[in-house]
């Protein structure tokens, strides 16, 4: 136990020899851990990467449910809210306790922004049927009217060519489906087939990211719980260190997801 | 280890600050190219260039996540096993995708139901 200069006690387990041996072991164990959650969505990444690598056309038809307006908007949020962490953990440092709870305190409101603008964009989706796997029931003419972009897409190219599985070769006999047949009732002006994949996708990466934001509040909220026992110091400022890595590697994500699901061309 | 011994032998430099303060401006000067960078990404699909539209893309988020490492989570001024850690789990993360690119085109059809073999009459 050692009592530092500035005021606050802060005690470090026995088994450190100092409180920066403390603090780099600590940050260590962070990143270890930072580095299991890029594999876990690294998993996610690579189901995401073999769809679109097999079926583009499903990807570039379904984005054009999503807004893209709230998505860029999501965007900026979360990158003023790892800037406003990224203070918070200098002022910590520093030692300005009330510029510290300003900022945790703005953190926090651009984690719940960012949820709030999520619950709308899932709301929108869950109301029009644009959901995973058996669920995916859209409403064709509401939602053609909300998405006139979905409808122009195929329009303007029928997107079937656009696929990575060729279809398959007309055998001269046989029990398989002829090609037209297969394809019989799928006139290039309706959607591609099997779009569900890309809301299954959709919704287990956001998903994920999503619990992985209610996380970092959670956590960022506890910090600012200990604010009030002036918990914090310059010599003291893990807990907050801490809490930014991991909003900042939630920001890292959503970095890679807007332009991965919102932005396909 | 030897920084570490020479941290107690030496007690004044106990209380020394821990870790870096990485200074305001430049933490504003990242967010506004991070700003900048999202509007870019924006644009960039706007114009069609086929495929390389993707890979712009990614690069541009490739750039946003470095500035946000290196300076938001101070890996710029941390020790490089930070950083070894991140980058290293980023490789495996290219493998497993790359890998499973490879091939994925080549069995697809045996999941289609109907598919017929390509027959020659």
């Known amino acids: ?85 990224a203070w918070a953990v200098r ?62 897409v195929l329009r303007e190219a029928p997107l079937g060519d656009r696929t990575n599985i060729p279809p398959a070769a007309i055998g001269p006999s046989g029990l398989a489906f002829s090609a037209d047949e297969t394809r019989a009732g799928h006139a290039d002006a309706e959607e591609p087939r099997n779009v569900q994949l890309f809301f299954g996708v959709y919704f287990a990466m956001t998903g994920l990211h999503g619990l992985h934001v209610v996380a970092g509040l959670l956590v960022i909220g506890w910090v600012f719980v200990r604010l009030r026992g002036g918990a914090y110091g310059p010599s003291n400022f893990e807990a907050v260190d801490r809490a930014g890595l991991y909003w900042h590697l939630v920001d890292l994500i959503w970095i890679f997801l807007f332009p991965l699901l919102y932005l396909i061309h | 280890m030897s920084d570490i011994r020479s941290t107690t032998e030496n007690g004044s430099r106990e209380t020394e600050s821990l870790g870096h303060v990485v200074p305001l401006r430049v933490l504003l000067a990242v967010w506004f190219a991070l700003v900048l960078l999202s509007l870019a990404t924006v644009g960039a699909v706007r114009v069609d260039l086929g495929s390389l539209n993707l890979w712009i893309a990614l690069a541009i988020a490739f750039v946003k996540a470095t500035l946000v490492g290196l300076y938001f989570m101070h890996l710029r001024y ?23 690119l490879l091939d994925t085109t080549h069995y697809q059809h045996e999941m289609i139901p109907g598919y017929a073999p390509a027959v020659r009459p």
């Open chain 1, 91 to 152: 002022s910590a440092q520093l030692g300005n306790r009330r510029l510290l709870t300003l900022l945790l305190a703005l953190t926090l409101l651009g984690g719940c922004a960012f949820l709030g603008v999520k619950v709308v964009e899932y709301e929108h989706k869950w109301k029009h049927g644009l959901l995973w796997g058996k669920r995916y029931r859209p409403h064709p003419a509401e939602t053609a009217q909300e998405h006139p972009s979905a409808a122009e």
């Open chain 2, 78 to 100: 941390d020790q490089p096993f930070h950083a070894i850690a991140l980058v290293g789990s980023l490789l495996f993360v290219v493998l497993f995708v790359g890998l499973a």
């Open chain 1, 1 to 85: 136990m050692r009592r530092l200069e500035n005021g606050a006690a802060h005690e470090i387990p026995h088994h450190f020899a100092t409180p920066r041996q403390a603090y780099e072991s600590g940050k260590l164990g962070m990143w270890i851990f930072l580095a299991t959650e890029v594999l876990l969505f690294g998993g996610l990444f690579a189901a995401y990467a073999v769809y679109r690598g097999n079926h583009p056309e499903i990807f570039i038809y379904a984005h054009r449910f999503l807004d893209s307006r709230l998505g860029a908007l999501n965007t900026l949020i979360l990158i003023t809210s790892s800037l406003t962490m």
